[in-house]
């Protein structure tokens, strides 16, 4: 017999006709593929997986989405539509393209600026939705830094960098509480900020190095998550040629009321107002307690 599947809103309507209408009528026709511009993509699917990281919550995760349902793929004598992780992972294989075009970059810096460049609206410039129950608009925990743009990534101006040093510290930190750790943690310079015990105030430090034009200025943006005053300090930077290609931010964040609550989420966007918008993501949560800072 045919079987149909629908998300949880059409549903909610099948339900209601239902309820109102004393005789319901079902019409089922033909089946039939969906192309061009009006398809409602990209969309986060209700299985792909989702943060925050349970072990590591300081780190926000995932890191970025790439198409991985519906995917025409090969198999042997035939094709077939794929789902999943090992569909997305191809596109993100876009990644030794990107070490052609810049053979000097670190796997961190190519990694980076696939984040940073990302996209978080369709086509249409709406904001990309998660399925979910019900469905809503994807957030930093649904899709990382957004749905990946590879052309974005090959120009992205600016860029974050971690050396294997960093990721050597920060995993010896994980092993054990020494002096700095905490600090250190929120300080690792991921194109991301997760603070998942926000109590009263605390500032991050980042560090973009440019990878554009030698003389070029940028201006953050600010996206502040709810009840939380957020702020950076500079504000603009400016690159000149002969000076340092390198600068460093600090991102502060001051909870508005002290009360216990989940994520919310926000961004940094570092602009120069034409060709370069350089976007991080931002989740906090506030608490009260230390004994609760692992709920969510």
């Known amino acids: 017999m045919p079987c149909i599947v629908v998300d949880y809103e059409i549903a909610q309507r099948i339900e209601s006709y ?7 009528i079902v019409k089922v026709s033909p089946g039939m593929t969906v192309v061009g511009d009006g398809v409602l993509s990209p969309r986060v699917a209700s299985f792909s997986s989702r943060g925050p990281s349970p072990l590591f919550p300081g780190i926000l995760k995932p890191d970025i989405t790439a198409p991985g349902v519906g995917i025409l793929a090969a198999v042997r004598g035939f094709y077939a539509l794929m789902d ?3 569909m997305a992972c191809p596109h993100v294989s876009v990644t030794a393209l990107l070490k052609s075009v810049h053979p000097d970059w670190s796997p961190a810096m190519i990694k980076f600026a696939i984040v940073t460049t990302a996209s978080v609206t369709d086509q249409f410039g709406v904001p990309i939705e998660a399925e979910s129950v019900p469905r809503k608009v994807a957030d930093p925990f649904d899709f990382g830094g957004g749905h990946m743009d590879p052309d974005r990534a090959a120009n992205p101006g600016l860029v974050y960098d971690v050396d294997a040093r960093e990721y050597n510290k920060f995993f010896n930190c994980t092993l ?5 750790c905490e600090s250190y943690q929120l300080n690792l310079n991921l194109p991301s900020i997760a603070i998942p015990d926000l109590k009263d105030h605390v500032t991050v430090q980042r560090t973009v190095t440019n990878v554009g034009a030698v003389r070029t200025t940028y201006h953050a943006v600010l996206e502040a998550p709810a009840r939380v005053v957020m702020s950076v300090e500079p504000s603009v930077i400016t690159f000149v040629k002969g000076s340092s290609t390198s600068m460093t931010f600090r991102v502060s964040f001051t909870t508005k009321r002290r009360v216990q609550g989940g994520f919310t989420f926000g961004s940094l966007t570092w602009s120069d107002g034409n060709t370069h918008s350089v976007r991080i993501p931002v989740a906090v949560r506030t608490v009260i307690q230390d004994f609760v800072a692992d709920t969510s």
């Open 18 to 24: 239902l309820a109102i209408t004393e005789s319901p």
């Open 84 to 86: 999943g992780t090992s």
């Open 176 to 180: 054990g509480s020494s002096h700095g």
